[in-house]
């Protein structure tokens, strides 16, 4: 059985056996990659009742309509979708592995990134850092943690100077987009020498529940935050932001030139508690 994807906004379909994506043509694909346990283990809190082998999440890359190409490569864009599958490794539910962005050496923060639920629930995390490069990996300065929880149909903007994992809390697998500017530079390393981010997000007795990662020296206050729509930088839930982007492509101008719109990036989440 075939479910489509309808939050996109494009054809594309999730097999229900399989859990793997189909996109009908002339959609198509410039890369696929997958990630497994094995791969992830130094960033889980605790892996070794995991089976080796088990996926963990899938990502589709590049993935574009030829009549659109011109479009996506004039603004340098490329528009992914990650699905991570249910379930949870140790404590923890399942999450891709983390990162921060790079910048332009004439900007003063690093690049952003739009990411928009299509199915399920996610908790991104969201760990801002200005030294995330730091030669010394230990002096790691984290001057903030936002945990923002988004439904389908809905999207937020990772800030930029926020490293960023994204968590599946729901009851099924989590599928969302990401519209992302191709030139920017990925970095792995700090958060794999820390075992992740500043939190594990995980469940017991399917109740959420929050961990500090011990490997940190020190951690800011926590905040929980819901998104908070804002139509003019491509934002409005509902709306597939591949189809906002083909409609009004200089409302996403703020993936390749961020300096501008921190301030009003942050005022995108509506922060309900913190611990
Ligand atoms: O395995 P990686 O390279 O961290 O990629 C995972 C995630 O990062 C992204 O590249 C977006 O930041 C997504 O496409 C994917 O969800």
Known sequence: MLAELQKSGLPIYQNSRSKKLLLEA???LKGYGEKNVLQMSELYEDSSHNDKHENVYDVY??????????????YKFQYDITVIHQG??????????????????????????????????????????????????????????????????????????????????????????????????????NVRYHHGLGIYIGKEDDKLKFKKNDHYKNLPTVKIALPVENGSLGIKFNQPVYKTFLETPDKYNFLGNPDKYVDTIMKMFDIKESF
């Open 61 to 74: 890359r590049g993935i574009i309509c030829d009549q659109d190409r011109e479009l996506f490569e004039r």
């Open 26 to 28: 002339p959609y198509m």
């Open 88 to 189: 949870q490794v140790g404590f923890e539910c399942k999450k891709t592995s983390g990162h921060y962005h790079g910048w332009e050496s004439n900007k003063k923060h690093s690049y952003p990134e739009v990411y928009e639920v299509l199915s399920g629930t996610a908790m991104f995390e969201l760990q801002k850092s200005m030294n995330f490069d730091v030669k010394e990996k230990n002096d790691i300065k984290v001057d903030d943690i936002i945990l923002a929880k988004v439904e389908a149909g809905q999207a937020i903007i990772v800030p930029p100077d926020y490293g960023h994992c994204s968590i599946n809390i729901g009851n099924g697998d989590l599928v969302f987009s990401n519209l992302a500017y191709q030139p920017c530079e990925i970095f792995y390393d």
